[in-house]
Nanobody, 123 residues
Framework: QVRLVESGGGLVQAGGSLRLSCAAS???????????MGWFRQAPGKEHEFVSF??????RFADSVKGRFTIFTDNIKSTVYLQMYSLKPEDTAVYYC???????????????WGQGTQVTVSS
C-alpha cells in the first residue's frame, strides 16, 4: 500500500507562488516502482483536471499551466513537489497528488491518491 499526503496549499494573491508537496510512504514506494507521480486539481462542480506528471525520464504539463508550474522529486525524502508561479484565480482548486504504474493524463490510470490540499488564488 502507498500513502500520499499533500501539503503546502493556501491563499495567495494573483501573481503569487506556492509550492505543493506530496510525501509518499509505504514499503512498495519509490519513484521508479510506481512509474509515475501526477498532480490533478478539481474546482467546485468540475471533474478532476490533469495538471502535471513526472516519471523517471519525463515530465508533462497541462497547457493551462505550462511555463508557470514545475514538477520535481526528492527521492531521498520520497516527496514530489509542484512549484507554482504566476498563479491566477482560475488555478483555484483542490490539488491532489496521485501515483500510478505508467504516465497518463487520465485520473483513472492512477491507483493511489492523496487527500488533497486547497489552493485559493484571489484576484
Amino acid at each position: 500500500q502507498v500513502r500520499l499526503v499533500e501539503s503546502g496549499g493556501g491563499l495567495v494573491q494573483a501573481g503569487g507562488s506556492l509550492r505543493l508537496s506530496c510525501a509518499a510512504s509505504g514499503r512498495t514506494f519509490n519513484r521508479f516502482a510506481m512509474g509515475c507521480m501526477g498532480w490533478f486539481r478539481q474546482a467546485p462542480g468540475k471533474e478532476h483536471e490533469f495538471v502535471s506528471f513526472i516519471t523517471w525520464n519525463s515530465t508533462r504539463f497541462a497547457d493551462s499551466v505550462k511555463g508557470r508550474f514545475t514538477i520535481f522529486t526528492d527521492n531521498i525524502k520520497s516527496t514530489v513537489y509542484l512549484q507554482m508561479y504566476s498563479l491566477k484565480p482560475e488555478d483555484t482548486a483542490v490539488y491532489y497528488c496521485a501515483a500510478g504504474p505508467t504516465s497518463s493524463l487520465e485520473a483513472s490510470a492512477y491507483d493511489y491518491w492523496g487527500q488533497g490540499t486547497q489552493v485559493t488564488v484571489s484576484s
